[in-house]
């Protein structure tokens, strides 16, 4: 018994000696190894920082080009006052997000809000459109029954208006008759904020039963299925436009902060590095000399 | 119903031909940058029963 319990305790120990003399016996060369690639880490964050921080100021300019559309669309909504009817449970999300990542939390965000909606009850009657690769990846595990259509191709370059008229095409002919939703979008704040938001979604139905639908003129089924089209169109627009622009200037922040962390690390390994090279010295000089007085 | 509708198209396509045709007419030193906004590079991938739907015939 004694047998077996002393290789249980001095395995360990032997661990804990090499662990130890890893760690002091780094070698100049593992460290400049790994000096070398934190300064390459680091060079290459700072490009994609100068990079989204190019593509951020084109993103906010065309923000601000793109905000009447969505908000001229919701005026309408609310004006009228159109409710989601109670009838029909039937739900539509549409998840805005990109295919890029590194870029904080601007992804994880949007699909929070789609999965704690989709944990709820009564989620066997929503459905989910996936805009960009990463809220795909992120609601594909866990709620891939619910999702009807993926688009992709979103964030490589800035999105054009063609783009939104393709996936509210891709929403119109699905087939499915949703009778109000969601667009799960990041609304931007300012270069260091943004805030999930959303903006609504209804039947052609619902519209027609709204209570104040009189106060606009001369509108019949035909106007209205059209206004419907367009609009979806250009709260698509809106919502890729609000995602890209929080999107960039998310990712402006994430890589000053990892350019800001590769800094420091820099600065440690440099310090380790110096001293070990000094330790080196010294160590050899000993042994020259304790060398030379033996001989005497 | 109007003649676009009839023919199946929704009132996105109909704006859009409208718009590509309006771009079309443009003078040329105007119709470079126009015909950028034109561009869409968005693939979608119809979706059911959690798998995209060409992978499901696919497997058949």
Do not use: W
């Given at each position: 018994?004694?047998?077996?319990?002393?290789?249980?305790?001095?395995?360990?120990?032997?661990?804990?000696?090499?662990?130890?003399?890893?760690?002091?016996m780094a070698t100049l060369k593992a460290i400049s190894i790994r000096l070398k690639s934190v300064k390459n880490i680091q060079k290459i964050t700072q490009s994609m920082k100068m990079v989204s921080?190019?593509?951020?100021?084109?993103?906010?300019?065309?923000?601000?080009?793109?905000?009447?559309?969505?908000?001229?669309?919701?005026?309408?909504?609310?004006r009228a006052e159109v409710t989601p009817p109670e009838d029909d449970p039937k739900q539509l999300?549409?998840?805005?997000?990109?295919?890029?990542?590194?870029?904080?939390?601007?992804?994880?965000?949007?699909?929070?809000?789609?999965?704690?909606?989709?944990?709820?009850?009564?989620?066997?009657?929503?459905?989910?459109?996936?805009?960009?690769?990463?809220?795909r990846g992120i609601l594909q595990r866990l709620y891939s029954?619910?999702?009807?259509?993926?688009?992709?191709?979103?964030?490589?370059?800035?999105?054009?208006?063609?783009?939104?008229?393709?996936?509210?095409?891709?929403?119109?002919?699905?087939?499915?008759e949703f009778a109000s939703g969601k667009i799960v979008y990041n609304k931007f704040k300012s270069v260091v904020s943004y805030q999930q938001s959303d903006l609504p979604l209804f039947s052609q139905k619902a519209v027609e039963n709204a209570p104040k639908l009189t106060i606009y003129d001369s509108l019949d089924a035909d106007v209205i299925q059209s206004y419907m089209e367009f609009s979806l169109a250009s709260m698509l627009f809106y919502a890729l436009k609000e995602g890209a622009c929080s999107e960039q200037s998310s990712r402006?922040?994430?890589?000053?902060?990892?350019?800001?962390?590769?800094?420091?690390?820099?600065?440690?390994?440099?310090?380790?590095?110096?001293?070990?090279?000094?330790?080196?010295?010294?160590?050899?000089?000993?042994e020259i000399i304790s060398g030379a007085a033996a001989l005497d | 119903m109007t003649a676009w509708r009839q023919a199946g198209l929704n009132?996105?396509?109909?704006?859009?031909?409208?718009?590509?045709?309006l771009r079309r007419a443009l003078k040329p030193e105007l119709r470079t940058?126009?015909?950028?906004?034109?561009?869409?590079h968005v693939r979608i991938t119809p979706w059911a029963n959690g798998r995209p739907a060409h992978l499901q015939q696919a497997d058949k």
């Open positions: 018994m004694l047998g077996r319990v002393v290789p249980g305790v001095t395995t360990p120990v032997v661990a804990v000696i090499n662990f130890q003399q890893n760690r002091n921080a190019a593509k951020y100021t084109r993103a906010e300019r065309d923000l601000k080009a793109a905000r009447p559309y969505g908000e001229g669309a919701v005026q309408f909504y609310e999300y549409v998840a805005m997000t990109s295919d890029r990542g590194l870029c904080g939390a601007v992804h994880t965000g949007v699909s929070k809000v789609i999965r704690t909606r989709l944990a709820e009850p009564g989620a066997e009657n929503i459905k989910v459109i996936c805009v960009g690769d990463k809220s029954k619910h999702i009807i259509s993926v688009c992709q191709e979103i964030g490589r370059l800035p999105p054009t208006f063609q783009d939104a008229c393709k996936i509210a095409g891709a929403i119109l002919t699905s087939g499915y402006m922040t994430a890589m000053d902060n990892a350019s800001k962390n590769a800094g420091e690390m820099i600065d440690k390994l440099t310090l380790t590095f110096n001293r070990t090279r000094q330790a080196v010295i010294t160590r050899e000089l000993i | 009132y996105i396509n109909y704006s859009n031909i409208a718009a590509k045709v940058e126009a015909l950028k906004r034109d561009e869409s």
